[in-house]
């Protein structure tokens, strides 16, 4: 089953012919690959250039066997909206709002129960992120039990107060959690970024003993942290793909 068709436009970004659909002013653009399998949602910026075709094409390339429908949704404000907490800048001058809350529940409350009500409720969710998107992705298991699966690639576990919440908290769903991260990531001037290294290492090995941690993995690679986001996404989702 698609999308409405009255509720929906058609989007085409090069030879990617998606529906795109708003949902109080986030963007949403959907595809189904195969037919059936899990709902893989991707927060992300509003899109640059062919930033989206770029996904999907890897995608196509790493799993096109595989059936899963992919949506990527678009935040308004990158720093507030995935941001868990209010944090002082770690770089520039623009503070995190801590607007993650507020996002978290859009997706629960709106766009999930919109995609299961076109698409089929018997699904899995997972959730994928890069950067403070990963972050976001990571807290959300935290926070509540919808998802399945976890992609936080090159995520922020630097972000202030990080390494207390984990202490504190358990994944709240059965699940298989991928983390990703440059080599050169940890290898900068700026103190606060600088964790991000033992941060993300410690991660694992706290989810590695998290009693509905399924299966998890920490994968390095090479380069900083804006090298081939996207194909390091890919490589998430096949190794989540995999895991079922």
């Given amino acids: 089953m698609k999308i409405n068709p009255l509720k929906a436009d058609k989007f085409m970004e090069m030879n990617v012919f998606m529906q795109k659909l708003q ?136 972000f202030e107060q990080w390494d207390e919440y984990v202490l504190h908290h358990q994944i709240k769903h059965e699940s298989n959690i991928y983390l990703s991260l440059g080599g050169k990531e940890e290898k900068t001037k700026n103190p606060v970024m600088a964790r991000v290294g033992d941060r993300t290492r410690t991660q694992e090995r706290i989810l590695r003993n998290d009693p509905k941690v399924k299966q998890t993995t920490l994968e390095f690679n090479s380069g900083g942290h804006f090298a081939d986001a996207q194909k390091r996404l890919v490589k998430a989702v096949k190794w989540l793909l995999e895991c079922t």
């Fill in 23 to 158: 949902i109080k002013q986030k963007a949403c653009y959907i595809e189904q690959n195969g037919s059936g399998g899990p709902i893989i949602l991707w927060g992300m910026y509003p899109h640059r250039g062919n930033e989206i075709a770029h996904m999907w094409d890897c995608l196509m390339e790493t799993v096109i066997d595989q059936d899963f429908l992919f949506c990527a949704f678009q935040v308004i404000d990158w720093n507030a909206d995935f941001s868990p907490w209010k944090s002082p800048a770690a770089f520039g001058d623009e503070d995190f709002k801590g607007n993650g809350p507020k996002t978290l529940q859009w997706l629960m409350n709106d766009l999930i129960p919109e995609l299961k009500a076109d698409y089929g409720v018997d699904r899995e969710i997972y959730l994928i992120g890069y950067s403070l998107a990963g972050l976001f992705a990571l807290w959300a298991a935290y926070e509540t039990d919808i998802f399945s699966a976890i992609a936080s690639c090159s995520g922020s576990l630097w």
